[in-house]
T-cell receptor, first 111, second 114 residues
Framework: GENVEQHPSTLSVQEGDSAVIKCTYSDSASNYFPWYKQELGKGPQLIIDIRSNVGEKKDQRIAVTLNKTAKHFSLHITETQPEDSAVYFCAASIGDYKLSFGAGTTVTVRA | DAGVTQSPTHLIKTRGQHVTLRCSPISGHKSVSWYQQVLGQGPQFIFQYYEKEERGRGNFPDRFSARQFPNYSSELNVNALLLGDSALYLC?????????????FGPGTRLTVT
């Protein structure tokens, strides 16, 4: 089955700096790659996603890149703010089927 | 519009007991998936249902079962609870159409087995 690895496990950044989280996947048939943000005591919130026919997608301060050849994708958060502090998960799936999640990255934005 | 709703919010059970968790998807969504999230880990896929039929099952024992109702709500049942079943159980709904894959999660049910 699909195996998704996520790095780093923890990330501490100064407010205003950028944060980058990287994920690799194993199944070349995966074609959908969402990112979720999970705050304490809440369910994961979809923040951005990318499909295999696109190399990059941006939404305000958040961007995701996909390299299908290398089977890796990354989340970039620019101009980080304290409210960006949370656990971020990457995931991969084949269409509308089971999501295989990474282990998560705890992001702390220092004021 | 209301998001995915789950009940109950918290639950404490004893080993060997049975538990039923409930989920209502976003209005218009016909697909419901269940995930188990152990503390400190990413969610693990348990089941997916679409139009009341099971479309997929993760690597979980037969003690776990689920069903989807005509109104697209869903129940997850776990029999003979073990301490290791303690986790946050998440429900996700999706519209399911060609090219539309987004899954939206509910707040989860925190199950503690003692």
């Amino acid at each position: 089955g699909e195996n998704v690895e996520q790095h780093p496990s923890t990330l501490s950044v100064q407010e205003g700096d950028s944060a980058v989280i990287k994920c690799t996947y194993s199944d070349s048939a995966s074609n959908y790659f969402p990112w979720y943000k999970q705050e304490l005591g809440k369910g994961p919130q979809l923040i951005i996603d990318i499909r295999s026919n696109v190399g990059e997608k941006k939404d305000q301060r958040i961007a995701v890149t996909l390299n299908k050849t290398a089977k890796h994708f990354s989340l970039h958060i620019t101009e980080t703010q304290p409210e960006d502090s949370a656990v971020y998960f990457c995931a991969a799936s084949i269409g509308d089927y089971k999501l295989s999640f990474g282990a998560g990255t705890t992001v702390t934005v220092r004021a | 519009d209301a998001g995915v709703t789950q009940s109950p919010t918290h639950l404490i059970k004893t080993r060997g007991q049975h538990v039923t968790l409930r989920c209502s998807p976003i209005s218009g969504h016909k697909s419901v998936s269940w995930y188990q999230q152990v503390l400190g880990q990413g969610p693990q896929f348990i089941f997916q249902y679409y139009e009341k039929e099971e479309r997929g099952r993760g690597n979980f024992p037969d003690r776990f079962s689920a069903r989807q109702f005509p109104n697209y709500s869903s129940e997850l049942n776990v029999n003979a609870l073990l301490l290791g079943d303690s986790a946050l159980y998440l429900c996700a709904s999706s519209f399911y159409s060609t090219g539309l894959y987004e899954q939206y999660f509910g707040p989860g049910t925190r199950l503690t087995v003692t």
